[in-house]
């Protein structure tokens, strides 16, 4: 047990002038001790020093007290009394000495008092239980510390208290606090190994925490031997800016004072013991090793390796405070900013293109006689809903007006269901077109078919969008970068429940579905080139190219999404944003090569007919 009035720092306030008189009061409970202070005039103090807390009250403040030497550990049975002296007092601080051989502060946990406390602290570094008492000022005054105004002053002295205690230390020791533990190792210079192993020290509850690898040839360079390793137990104040990140491992810390060492050529290696209620993380997370400056927890110069379920290994190539973190998948704001430019250049000339498509559809009779290009035309349509909408969301998420967002939230979800949907509908056109050729004729065919392509996904969005008052499922949603806080508004789905029990699925069963038609035609396809011996047969690469554009008509290339899901990967991302931004381009080539075929052989037709008329 250790007791709160061991906390060194003495003031030089021993044989002042006393002021107000009153009394403090010790007394031994089952796990720790009771210390009531009582002044002739002034609020009375209750500190309570056990093993489960450490706390300073003074009427409704919580406050903060610290008093130099003195032994009270001494085995008591009965309340013990002794009289103190207040010499210097004012409205958030008062200092006093008991019975002349102690001195004693009280500092309340206000914002402004705290920061000064700990900012003096920061110059008055000067032994091993300076760190106690800046990890006894987070416990006593809590609420204030974890303060985002507070809390980066916090630690940046803790910082410079554990770099003080590693230059105080002239051999390899460890140092146990409540709150971290702490071990500093002296290295060998002279080793002819490339690393070091250290075991990160353990805290309550955890025994085994990581084990580092620290490269020696950095500390060659610079001729320093001495490095500590820090293990917290008491994290909350690394843990203010997570987002919607979670720790999934104790959080260390490995220092080396006056330097920073970065951009190692040998890299640090720490595998880290991962809390198992997290191995089985959801496919829309991963584990990523991270580190924490500049008030943030970043991934920069860190690569993650998950050796097994329990154990992740994490190379970095810097020196900082360290932990496993379970992230949501998200993207670099670089990344985002690129990926965001191609997506609204493809969307703009795929909204351009399916106007086209749908005008030209409008204005030629000829078009218009075709079931096929019928079905082209409504996929079109549903593609320029989605492109408008969707260059519309992170500008719309940007205006006060929530009713907005939902709309375009709503558009977004019905739009792209129904662009999945006319894909399904193309590939079930195609496959009666082509293989099942014969005996085929359905009443009000185009009819029915539209039902199926706008019906469908509109009573799907209908249904949860009659719950949207309460159970709201469209809205602004706040897309998280993994390399900064900021986070990036945009009207989408404020559920996953919806990408993922929803999208997900309903475009799995429409991809399996088209692949499975595709195949099948594309067998059609080079089936006929066996057919015969016509002189007139196309070659391979034009029926490669119909295949390919298939392909386009079917959206299949919606199915590289699967290839990205677990983990972020850029190349496939690329590849999705610049083909399917630009499907609506695709069909309106499909639809042109399709016209231009139909004239070719309505023209050879027509030839035909007249040399049989002149014979």
């Not at 009250?57 to 003195?70: D, F, P, Q, T």
């Not at 016209?595 to 008329?613: E, G, I, P």
């Amino acid at each position: 047990m250790t007791l709160l009035l061991l906390l060194i720092m003495i003031y030089g306030l021993d044989g002042g002038e006393c002021g107000d008189c009153g009394s403090l009061t010790l007394t031994n409970t089952t796990n720790g001790f009771e210390i009531e202070i009582s002044l002739t005039s002034g609020p009375d103090i209750t500190v309570n020093d056990t093993a489960e807390q450490l706390t300073c009250n003074s009427g409704k403040n919580s406050c903060y007290i610290e008093c130099s030497y003195r032994d009270f550990t001494e085995t008591f049975t009965k309340k013990t009394e002794l009289g103190l002296c207040v010499q210097n007092q004012n409205k958030t601080t008062f200092e006093f000495s008991i019975e002349n051989n102690t001195s004693c502060i009280v500092v309340y946990c206000l914002p402004d008092e705290i920061r000064g406390l700990l900012e003096t602290k920061e110059n008055q570094m000067n032994s091993p239980k300076g760190l106690r008492n800046i990890l006894n000022i987070k416990k006593m005054c809590r609420d204030v510390i974890l303060n985002e105004a507070i809390v980066d002053t916090y630690i940046r002295v803790e910082k410079a208290a554990i770099q003080s205690v590693i230059n105080m230390t002239e051999q390899s020791k460890k140092y146990t606090h409540e709150d971290l533990s702490m071990i500093v190792v002296m290295m060998n210079l002279s080793t002819t190994d490339r690393y070091v192993p250290i075991s990160a020290p353990s805290v309550l509850g955890a025994n085994e925490v990581a084990e580092t690898w620290i490269p020696v040839k950095s500390f060659q360079d610079k001729s320093i031997n001495k490095i500590g390793v820090v293990t917290y137990d008491s994290d909350q104040h690394l843990k203010l800016k997570l987002g919607s990140k979670i720790v999934t491992s104790k959080i260390i810390r490995i220092e080396v004072p006056r330097y920073d060492f970065v951009n190692l050529a040998s890299r640090l290696t720490i595998k880290f013991k991962v809390n198992q209620s997290f191995t089985n993380h959801s496919s829309n997370y991963t584990l990523s090793c991270q580190f924490y400056a500049n008030e943030t927890w970043k991934s920069d110069g860190c690569l993650t390796v998950n050796t097994n379920d329990d154990v992740v290994e994490c190379s970095c190539d810097h020196m900082t405070p360290f932990a496993v973190l379970l992230t949501d998948l998200k993207i670099s704001e670089l990344q985002w900013k690129i990926l965001s430019s191609i997506s609204y250049v493809g969307c703009s000339l795929s909204a351009f293109f399916c106007a086209c498509s749908v005008l030209g559809f409008m204005f030629n009779r000829n078009s218009r006689a075709e079931v096929s290009n019928s079905i082209h035309v409504s996929l079109s349509g549903a593609l320029f809903l989605l492109n408008i909408s969707f260059m519309l969301s992170e500008w719309v998420a940007t205006q006060t007006e929530n009713r907005a967002c939902v709309f375009i939230a709503v558009m977004i979800h019905y739009s792209m269901l129904s662009c999945f949907t006319w894909m399904a509908v193309e590939a079930l056109h195609l496959y009666l077109l082509l293989i099942r050729v014969f005996n085929i004729y359905i009443r009000h065919y185009i009819i029915k078919l539209s039902l199926i392509g706008w019906g469908v996904p509109a009573v799907i969005v209908g249904g949860l969008l009659s719950v949207q008052n309460t159970h709201p499922f469209y809205g602004m949603q706040s897309m998280s970068l993994s390399d900064t806080n900021n986070r990036n508004p945009v009207c989408l789905f404020i559920k996953p429940q919806v990408m993922n029990g929803v999208n997900v699925s309903y475009f799995t069963i429409v991809f399996l579905f088209n692949v499975g038609i595709l195949i099948s035609v594309s067998r059609q396809i080079f089936k006929l080139r066996h057919v015969g011996n016509k002189p007139g047969k196309m070659p391979v690469w034009k029926d490669a190219g119909t295949v390919l554009g298939l392909m386009c008509l079917l959206g299949t290339t919606w199915g590289l999404i699967f290839f990205s899901m677990g983990y972020t990967n850029y190349p496939i991302l690329y590849l999705f944003c610049i083909l399917n931004t630009m499907q609506g381009f695709y069909i309106f080539m499909w639809m042109c090569g399709t016209a231009r075929k139909n004239r070719a052989q309505t023209s050879q037709s027509k030839t035909k007919s007249t040399l049989d008329v002149s014979k």
